[in-house]
Structures are given as C-alpha cells and as structure tokens.
C-alpha cells in the first residue's frame, strides 16, 4: 500500500462532434488550476487518433477519494468546469481507485 493514501480518477469521456478542442481547453484550464493544489500528483490526457470523439483524463492525488470530494469538490474551478464541460459531452464514465504501487518519476510515494 501507498502511504500517504492516493486516489486516482479516472475519465472517459464521449466528446459531442465539434467540440473536443473546446474541451480540452476546459480541461486544460482546470488542470492548471489543479496543478497548484497540494494533494495534486499529477494528471494525464490522452486521445486515441482511431476514435477521435473520445478523450480519458486520469488524475493522480494524495488522499482519499473522501478527502477528495470534500476539498476539490467544493473548488469553484471544478464547480465552474463541471458546468462548462456539461454541454460538449455524450457522456462521461468516472472511475475512482486505489493506487497500490507507482513506478516512475512520482513513486514510490511513501
């Protein structure tokens, strides 16, 4: 186990068609945003050039997915986000984990 505690979130989004680079810079802005946060680990944006309507953000933090909810949940960047991404998506699937182990430039953390 990771100590302290990590979450990480997990994003997949279904993009309406014309609206990714609109997204994206919603995104971009929210992570610079997070970025500055001191639970903040890292975050990662991918798009997949076989599906181009569907981007995944996974996000890495310290903490738990309570701690989480509680700090970055009431942040009006994320409120405001929340808000502004709504109308340029189909859908967006949400998964929250337990890291157990990173490898690379942010671990071991603990």
């Known amino acids: 186990m990771i100590h302290p505690p990590c979450c990480s979130l997990y ?9 990714v680079d ?15 946060e001191e639970d903040f680990i890292t975050a990662v944006l991918h798009r997949t050039p076989e599906r181009p309507l569907e981007l995944t953000l ?3 933090w310290r903490g738990t997915k309570e701690t989480f ?10 409120k405001a986000y929340m808000e502004a991404s709504k109308p340029l998506v189909d859908t967006v699937k949400v998964t929250w984990d337990t890291p157990l182990q990173i490898w690379g430039e942010f671990g071991p953390l603990g």
């Open 11 to 19: 994003l997949h989004y279904v993009v309406k068609e014309g609206k």
């Open 22 to 36: 609109e997204l994206v810079s919603h995104i971009r802005t929210i992570l610079d945003a997070c970025a500055g």
């Open 58 to 60: 996974y996000e890495l």
């Open 69 to 78: 909810a509680k700090t970055q949940g009431t942040r009006p960047y994320r």
